[in-house]
């Protein structure tokens, strides 16, 4: 796979209006188009999805049926979302409900979590657990943004350490999107709640 066929979509777990993780997605989207890609941000404010019940199909959820058809066309996800509570967003967490191994397996993910406050490692940690479930290949570079109002402003970056992080992430989306994931892990054995409802 080259370059110019690599898609790339962006999970962002914020509905905020003025959402820092919206604007990090896009920097990291942008420079994964300057490596070749193709991208898209999958913005969960525009899907209708209701709280996951395992009980319901997921063509009878809303939109879930075409989130996940988005999310099973990328070549690399990129998820991001706001540190709330010390994990990830509850949008994110209904959209990733709503996937499952045939979205995710084998597939390249990289993380993004911002955070109001210091560092958002374990939302990191948490997104990364649910992408090991799924026998994804989490990228190892991931991108933190603490202290988000400092670091992103009018939706611009203000710190550029930050900016280079993020937009490395993108890069590495490209890539690593054909790596071959190996072996599976052991969460993935365990999951028996991805089956795609």
């Known amino acids: 796979m080259s370059d110019s066929d690599v898609h790339v979509a962006a999970l962002c777990g914020s509905l905020r209006d003025g959402s820092h993780t919206r604007t990090a997605l896009q920097r990291a989207l942008t420079a994964a188009e300057r490596a070749g890609a193709t991208t898209e941000l999958l913005d969960l404010r525009e899907y209708e999805l209701p709280i996951f019940d395992a009980d319901r199909d997921r063509a009878d959820a809303g939109d879930a049926d075409e989130l996940a058809a988005r999310v099973r066309a990328a070549d690399t996800i990129l998820l991001g ?18 996937c499952g191994f045939d979205e995710f397996e084998d597939k ?21 657990s649910v992408c090991r479930a799924l026998n994804a290949w989490v990228i190892p570079h991931e991108a933190a943004i603490p202290n988000a109002s400092a670091a992103i402003e009018d939706g611009e970056f203000t710190d ?26 052991f969460e993935s054995g365990q999951n028996v709640g991805a089956q795609g409802r």
């Open 81 to 98: 979302s706001p540190m709330y509570h010390g994990s990830y967003a509850s949008p994110l967490k209904t959209a990733l409900d709503y």
């Open 108 to 128: 390249t993910v990289g993380l993004l979590a911002v955070a109001g406050g210091a560092f958002p490692v374990t939302a990191l940690e948490h997104m990364r």
């Open 160 to 185: 550029r350490k930050l900016e280079k992080r993020v937009a490395t992430l993108g890069r590495r989306a490209v890539q690593y999107a054909a790596i071959e994931p190996d072996p599976d892990s």
